[in-house]
């Protein structure tokens, strides 16, 4: 009498085990994102006055914590950054980029503290920027 290499209930097992991972497996897949910099946007700085009502709300509700905000209309793309409360005033906000890919918009900026020995007000201030571009319909991306 032979000895069989492998039991049916291990066949049964196995042929099981396969097609549940066929099964789960099949929903999942890569998403290929183009992420090379096709152009570089142009944006206006805006002050308060320059910023829509709406938008500008939001801004103030949140204006004591850090913040990432995108606001949109018909024709306008807008991009705000808070960096929180701070406790004197001298600060100021670099924008190291601004550009396009094909899936997206990648903004980035950096706080500028008061230079050593500059002349600060001692009053709380609430250091943020608000751009305005064209809206491409794309996500924005905070780096």
């Not at 032979?2 to 396969?18: E, N, S």
């Not at 152009?39 to 320059?50: G, Q, R, V």
């Not at 913040?67 to 950054?81: P, R, S």
């Not at 960096?83 to 997206?104: D, E, K, L, W």
Request: glycine share 6%; with cysteine.
């Amino acid at each position: 009498m032979k000895k069989k290499l492998f039991p049916k209930k291990q066949w049964v097992t196995g042929i099981l085990a396969v097609v549940w991972m066929v099964v789960f497996l099949a929903g999942c897949g890569l998403e290929k994102t183009d992420n090379r910099k096709l152009d570089d946007l142009a944006y206006t700085i805006l002050e308060d006055k320059e910023v829509p009502q709406e938008f500008l709300a939001v801004i103030e509700e949140r204006k004591e914590q850090i913040f990432k905000l995108t606001y949109t209309d018909e024709e306008n793309l807008y991009i705000a950054v808070g960096y929180g409360v701070q406790q004197t005033g001298g600060y100021s906000i670099s924008i190291n980029a601004c550009y396009h890919t094909q899936n997206a918009i990648y903004f980035d900026t950096t706080l500028i503290g008061p230079s050593k020995g500059e002349q600060v007000n001692d009053a709380k201030s609430y250091p943020y920027l608000v751009i305005k571009t064209k809206n491409l319909e794309k996500n924005v991306v905070f780096e």
